[in-house]
């Protein structure tokens, strides 16, 4: 019952709304109805501009500010289609009786047809609401928490519920702001700066910077025995070329770990690799930095986050070699792809130019650096 006295309602409120400047005659009538029509385009173009500073601001989606700006601008141009005909003269007769019939006969069609092909039972679904029941709509989660947090800065909590979102997405720079919001305004705990850690790491495509180091070193203080700090701390060491502390790091990292760990044949690969009493791998060896098969399945067992983290710290590694090694060809084809499949197809692009130097483009090596670039959809750079 609700439903239809609101149906009545509302195309009534429409019907006089449009003809009510149909009714309207004499030079004085149109000189206000040019007016008002001045105005309600103002108020539609002000719309339009909060949109904008809601969606800088991070309280609507992309896909909501695109809904609501073809919303607003179907209503702008239809008021400014309105104020252009109030700026003519009276229409005949004729012309205004035929508006009518077809202004009127709008709910007469309208109707009938919602209820055939709509669902006016159902309740409607406005933008606060969905914020407040986001359900699994990560979209909507994030506008939610990203609002709550513009208005209570200082919640930690928010912060730490937001930054592995934002992890989990790859949008490391918002995560490592959100982290390091979260610890501090939390304090450290092993968990929460060892994920800190993780999303600078990420952020600076695998490699342990200085501020990363001092989140794992804070972690081993509140938990001696953490594996991935020790790992991540052995790693900045071999990325460093710092072989023997490197290797004394993963020997200890291995003498430590469970016999079934899931990550000793990937520290096993590092302790050769960095054992100082061997020759250090020759160009045609497959650098250790690479996240071969076998690195992969001995990271199987380990959490998402962490598996990613080490592949991509094995790659920077890699990356770090053939700035010593420019004729490693094998080495730049499993970096290319290894940025390709990481999604990093920048870093990837940058890799190829870099191998395109050493190997020219009209070389057999340059062919199939640009061929294994072409079949994994990386743009070549100008000139190649």
């Keep these: 019952m609700l439903f239809w006295i609101a149906v009545a309602v509302m195309t009534a409120l429409v019907a006089i709304v449009l003809l009510l400047?149909?009714?309207r005659a004499g030079k004085g009538a149109a000189v206000s109805g040019a007016d008002d029509r001045a105005k309600e385009l103002a108020v539609y173009?002000?719309?339009?501009?909060?949109?904008?500073?809601?969606l800088?601001?991070?309280?609507?989606?992309?896909?909501?500010?695109?809904?609501?700006?073809?919303?607003?601008?179907?209503?702008?141009?239809?008021?400014?289609?309105?104020?252009?005909?109030?700026?003519?003269e009276t229409r005949p007769l004729r012309r205004r009786v035929a508006e009518m019939l077809v202004i009127l006969s709008l709910p007469a069609l309208g109707v009938?047809?919602?209820?055939?092909?709509?669902?006016?039972?159902?309740?409607?679904?406005?933008?606060?609401?969905?914020?407040?029941?986001?359900?699994?709509?990560?979209?909507?989660?994030l506008a939610k928490v990203e609002r709550h947090l513009l208005q209570n800065p200082e919640d930690g909590q928010g912060w730490e519920l937001i930054a592995p979102i934002y992890y989990r997405n790859q949008v490391f720079d918002r995560s490592v702001e959100a982290y390091r919001n979260a610890v501090r305004l939390l304090g450290p705990s092993a968990e929460r700066s060892g994920s800190f850690a993780?999303?600078?790491?990420?952020?600076?495509?695998?490699?342990?910077?200085?501020?990363?180091?001092?989140?794992?070193?804070?972690?081993?203080?509140?938990a001696p025995g953490d594996a991935r700090a020790r790992f991540y701390l052995a790693l900045k060491l071999e990325q460093e070329g710092k072989r023997a502390e490197a290797f004394a790091a993963f020997q200890a990292i291995r003498k430590d770990a469970p016999a079934d760990?899931?990550?000793?044949?990937?520290?096993?690969?590092?302790v050769a690799a960095t054992d100082p009493s061997k020759p250090a791998p020759s160009p045609e060896a497959a650098p250790p930095g690479n996240p071969e098969e076998a690195d992969i399945a001995a990271a199987a067992g380990m959490e998402a986050g962490d598996r990613q983290?080490?592949?991509?710290?094995?790659?920077?590694?890699?990356?770090?070699?053939?700035?010593?090694?420019?004729?490693?060809?094998?080495?730049?084809?499993?970096?290319?792809?290894?940025?390709?499949?990481l999604?990093?197809?920048?870093?990837?692009?940058?890799?190829?130019?870099?191998?395109?130097?050493?190997?020219?483009?009209?070389?057999?090596?340059?062919?199939?650096?640009?061929?294994?670039?072409?079949?994994?959809?990386i743009p070549a750079a100008g000139g190649m």
């Design 56 to 88: 800088d601001n991070g309280l609507i989606s992309p896909a909501e500010a695109d809904y609501a700006r073809a919303e607003i601008g179907r209503r702008l141009i239809a008021a400014g289609d309105q104020a252009e005909a109030d700026r003519t």
């Design 21 to 23: 400047p149909l009714s």
């Design 198 to 222: 993780e999303a600078l790491i990420a952020l600076d495509g695998g490699k342990v910077g200085d501020e990363a180091a001092a989140q794992l070193a804070e972690v081993l203080k509140l």
């Design 261 to 270: 760990a899931p990550y000793l044949e990937l520290v096993d690969r590092h």
């Design 309 to 341: 983290q080490m592949i991509m710290g094995m790659v920077e590694t890699l990356s770090a070699r053939l700035k010593n090694e420019p004729d490693n060809f094998e080495g730049w084809m499993r970096l290319v792809r290894s940025y390709a499949v």
């Design 112 to 141: 009938p047809l919602y209820l055939l092909t709509g669902a006016p039972g159902l309740p409607d679904q406005p933008l606060e609401a969905r914020l407040e029941n986001p359900g699994q709509n990560i979209e909507l989660l």
């Design 343 to 377: 999604g990093m197809k920048d870093k990837a692009a940058d890799a190829l130019a870099s191998a395109l130097k050493t190997f020219p483009a009209d070389t057999d090596q340059g062919r199939q650096l640009k061929a294994l670039a072409d079949s994994m959809g």
């Design 45 to 54: 173009r002000d719309q339009l501009k909060e949109i904008d500073r809601d």
